[in-house]
C-alpha cells in the first residue's frame, strides 16, 4: 500500500472521530490494508466509544503486536481487560506498562501524534485498581503508597482520594486514555498530499491559434499549426514520419492517431519511448516504435494531398515537368470552358531542364510543312489558351497585334482591357512574364508562339489605394490559403508587396485581398530566378 494513501485514509478517519462519527472513522480504518501500531489504537478508541470492548481489546492486541514496547498500548488493555474481569492479565499488563516507562516518570507521546502524557503513577494507579478487584486490599494500600513517591504532574489529591476509598473498602475505577485523543499523522505530511506546482503553469495571454492552451517554449509562427516544417540544413533528415498502425491514447497528453496518418516531431524521444508529435493541429505523445519515415512520392495517376493542414513545404528551385506535345492544327475561333485545370503542383519535379537554346517559332511556312496537320485549317493561325478563373481557348492570326488580342480576350472575359494583364512563360523557363509594351502596334502574336500554340496568363488588376507598395511580385504557384491572414492567389498573379513581415513571409495585395504568404511562392519580376539558383 502506498503510503500517501495510508496517510489519506488515516487523516480521514482522524477527522471522523473529531466529529464522534465513531462508524465512519472504523469503515476508512478497514480500507487500510496494512495498518500500523497507531491506527490500530485508533480503532481501539472508536470500539470504547462504542461501548464495544471485545472488539477494542482485539485492536489493542494487534496494536501490542506491532509494537512491544508502546507502555500506553499496555496501560489502555489492563484497563479494557478490568473492565471485562481478566484481572490477572491486567495485572500483568499493568507491570509491561511499567517496565516499558523505563524508570521514567512520564511519557509524552505528542512526537508520535497522540497529544496524552503517560505517569508512571497513573501505572500504579491501575495496578491498585486491580489489586482492588481481587480482594488484597493491602497490596491495594502499598502500591498506592508507593504511587505517592512518584514524580508527575496531576497527581493531586488522586492518591489521597484513594487511599481513603480503600480504607472504606471501595473499589478504584480504572483510568483511561480520554476520549478524542487519538494519534494524528504529521500536519506537514498532510499538506503534501495534494499535488504542488511549485513553478506555476503559463497562461495564453493572446494567441491567433483558436482553442490554444500550450503554454510551453515556442517561437510564435505566422501561419495555422500543422504540417509546417521549420527551417532546417540541408543535411538534417526531414521531421514528418508516418504512423505504421492506429494507435488508441490511453494515457494523459497521449494522441489518437489513424493508421497511415503523417505527423510531424515536435521534439525528442524520452526514457518511456514517447515522443511529441504534431497532427492535425494537436500536439501529443506517441510511441517512437509505431513512426516510421514518411515517403512524399506522388503517386502517377492521382495527386494526393500531402499536407491536409498548415503550410506545404517550399517549393524547390527547379523547373517543373512539361509533356512532350505534338504540333496541332489551328481550329476555327472557338470559346472552350473547362473545370479541369491542372493546378500546379506544390512537389517540383527533379528531371533536368530543356537546353536554354532559343524558342522555336511557329511560322505559316513551318507549319504547312508539318506532317499530320489538317487540310482544312486555316493557314497562318495559331490556337491561344488563356489562364483565367477559367480556361479560353481562341485561334486567331500570327500576325495579330498585342492588343488586338488583349481586347477579344477582355470581350471573353466580360472586363475592360485596361484592367487586364497578360504574361508568357520563355521557352525553358518557368517565369512568367509581362507582355513587352502590350499597346504597340509592332508586337504580334508570332513572338510568343510556340508548336502551334500560345499559353497566356490573365490577370484583373485591382487598384490599391491607401498602402504603400513596396515592389510588386509574380506568383510561381497555386497557393491556398490556410487561414484568414493568408493571402490566396494563383500561377502567375501579380502581388503588390505592402511589408515584409521576417525573412519568410511578405504581407500582399491580390485580386482586392491582403494577407500575408510565403515568399518562396512569387519572384521579384526583375530578378532571374535561373541566375539566383546558380549562385
Given amino acids: 500500500m502506498l503510503y500517501t494513501e495510508?496517510?489519506?485514509?488515516w487523516n480521514e478517519s482522524v477527522q471522523a472521530m473529531d466529529a464522534r462519527d465513531w462508524e465512519g472513522a472504523l469503515a476508512k480504518l478497514k480500507q487500510i490494508s496494512e495498518p500500523t501500531s497507531r491506527t490500530h489504537f485508533n480503532a481501539s478508541l472508536a470500539h470504547l466509544a462504542l461501548g464495544q470492548l471485545d472488539m477494542a481489546m482485539r485492536a489493542?492486541?494487534?496494536?501490542i503486536a506491532k509494537d512491544e514496547r508502546l507502555a500506553v498500548a499496555f496501560f489502555q488493555r489492563a484497563a479494557v481487560m478490568m473492565q471485562i474481569d481478566r484481572l490477572e492479565e491486567?495485572?500483568?499488563?499493568?507491570?509491561?506498562?511499567?517496565?516499558?516507562?523505563?524508570?521514567?516518570a512520564v511519557i509524552d507521546y505528542r512526537q508520535l501524534g497522540l497529544r496524552y502524557k503517560l505517569y508512571s503513577w497513573q501505572v500504579l494507579y491501575n495496578a491498585a485498581a486491580v489489586y482492588c478487584r481481587m480482594g488484597q486490599w493491602q497490596q491495594a494500600m502499598d502500591v498506592l503508597l508507593s504511587a505517592t513517591q512518584a514524580r508527575g504532574q496531576g497527581r493531586g489529591g488522586n492518591i489521597e482520594v484513594a487511599l481513603n476509598s480503600i480504607e472504606r473498602r471501595e473499589v478504584l475505577n480504572p483510568l483511561l486514555v480520554p476520549e478524542g485523543l487519538v494519534f494524528r499523522p504529521r500536519k506537514?505530511?498532510?499538506?503534501?498530499?495534494?499535488?504542488?506546482?511549485?513553478?506555476?503553469?503559463a497562461k495564453v495571454i493572446s494567441s491567433m491559434f483558436p482553442n490554444d492552451d500550450f503554454g510551453g517554449f515556442e517561437p510564435l509562427r505566422h501561419q495555422k499549426p500543422g504540417f509546417y516544417e521549420?527551417?532546417?540544413?540541408?543535411?538534417?533528415?526531414?521531421?514528418?514520419?508516418?504512423?505504421?498502425?492506429?494507435y488508441m491514447a490511453w494515457?494523459?497528453?497521449q494522441l489518437t492517431v489513424p493508421g497511415g496518418a503523417k505527423v510531424f516531431l515536435f521534439g525528442e524521444e524520452d526514457r518511456n519511448g514517447m515522443i511529441n508529435v504534431i497532427h492535425d493541429g494537436q500536439r501529443g505523445l506517441l510511441p517512437v516504435s509505431l513512426l516510421e519515415p514518411a515517403d512524399f512520392k506522388k503517386s502517377k495517376n492521382k495527386k494526393e494531398n500531402l499536407f491536409p493542414s498548415g503550410i506545404p513545404l517550399p517549393p524547390e528551385l527547379k523547373p517543373p515537368s512539361r509533356p512532350q506535345t505534338e504540333p496541332i492544327s489551328p481550329a476555327p475561333p472557338r470559346v472552350r470552358l473547362s473545370t479541369d485545370t491542372p493546378a500546379p503542383s506544390h512537389n517540383i519535379s527533379t528531371h533536368t531542364p530543356p537546353p536554354a537554346s532559343g524558342p522555336p517559332r511557329y511560322t505559316a511556312n513551318a507549319m504547312s510543312n508539318q506532317t499530320g496537320s489538317d487540310q482544312g485549317a486555316e493557314a497562318g493561325s495559331v490556337v491561344v489558351k488563356v489562364h483565367y478563373t477559367y480556361n479560353i481557348a481562341l485561334s486567331v492570326p500570327l500576325d495579330t497585334p498585342y492588343h488586338e488580342l488583349k481586347e477579344q480576350i477582355a470581350e471573353k472575359v466580360g472586363h475592360p482591357a485596361s484592367q487586364l494583364r497578360l504574361r508568357h512563360k520563355q521557352h525553358g523557363s518557368r517565369v512568367l512574364k509581362p507582355l513587352p509594351e502590350e499597346m504597340e502596334l509592332?508586337?504580334?502574336v508570332q513572338e510568343v508562339a510556340e508548336v502551334g500554340r500560345v499559353t497566356l496568363w490573365c490577370q484583373r488588376e485591382d487598384p490599391l489605394g491607401n498602402h504603400n507598395i513596396l515592389y510588386q511580385m509574380v506568383a510561381l504557384y497555386d497557393y491556398d490559403a490556410q487561414g484568414p491572414e493568408d493571402l490566396e492567389f494563383s500561377e502567375g498573379d501579380t502581388i503588390d508587396v505592402l511589408s515584409e513581415v521576417n525573412e519568410e513571409w511578405l504581407e500582399g495585395h491580390c485580386a482586392g485581398n491582403i494577407g500575408i504568404f510565403p515568399c518562396c511562392f512569387a519572384y521579384r519580376e526583375n530578378d532571374s530566378l535561373i541566375q539566383d539558383s546558380e549562385y
Avoid at 495510508?6 to 485514509?9: A, M
Avoid at 489493542?60 to 496494536?63: E, K, V
Avoid at 521549420?230 to 492506429?246: C, G, N
Wanted: a positive charge.
Fill in 6 to 9: 495510508l496517510l489519506r485514509l
Fill in 60 to 63: 489493542l492486541d494487534l496494536t
Fill in 90 to 104: 491486567a495485572l500483568s499488563d499493568c507491570i509491561w506498562a511499567q517496565k516499558h516507562m523505563r524508570g521514567n
Fill in 188 to 201: 506537514q505530511e498532510i499538506e503534501q498530499l495534494q499535488q504542488k506546482d511549485f513553478l506555476g503553469k
Fill in 230 to 246: 521549420p527551417k532546417t540544413d540541408e543535411a538534417q533528415v526531414s521531421r514528418y514520419m508516418r504512423v505504421r498502425a492506429p
Fill in 251 to 253: 494515457g494523459p497528453g
Fill in 442 to 444: 509592332n508586337h504580334i
